[in-house]
């Protein structure tokens, strides 16, 4: 079993880039980009085509880690990540991967009532206690 941390407790430097969550404009053509896990979702075309593929993102630096945790605090949830092997750069947990899609589908209204859906997904996953993330 991998060991997983929180955002704040991972050791890396911050360079300037992303290494996955990329951002693309509408309208280009990210469809296969996305597929392998290099595009971050910033339009509403793009998380529903993220969200309803399960999609993943490939290794994430820093700067990609805090793009992905600026989106989850704003629904209280931290994500874990664990480190790959050769420790440059971590990757989401399964858990964190569910959360982001909850938050994309709240974030982009890909649900009708998003205040009532995030207090049920939120619901769904307390009795199991995940890795104790905190919502």
Known sequence: MK???FA???DLQEEGFNMSA???PPRSHYKFIMRIGRVFPTTKTQAKHFVHNVQHLDVLNKDDVNRIEELLNKYNIK???YYTKSKIWV???TGTLSHLLAALKCEYGL???PEKFMIDYKN???PYNL????F
Do not use: C, F, L, P
């Not at 890795?131 to 905190?134: A, G, L, R, S």
């Open 124 to 126: 769904k996953w307390k």
């Open 91 to 93: 990757r989401m947990t």
């Open 131 to 134: 890795n104790k993330i905190i």
């Open 79 to 81: 994500g874990k990540y």
């Open 8 to 10: 704040d407790e991972i």
């Open 22 to 24: 990329n951002i693309y």
């Open 111 to 113: 649900v009708k009532n």
């Open 3 to 5: 060991k997983s941390y």
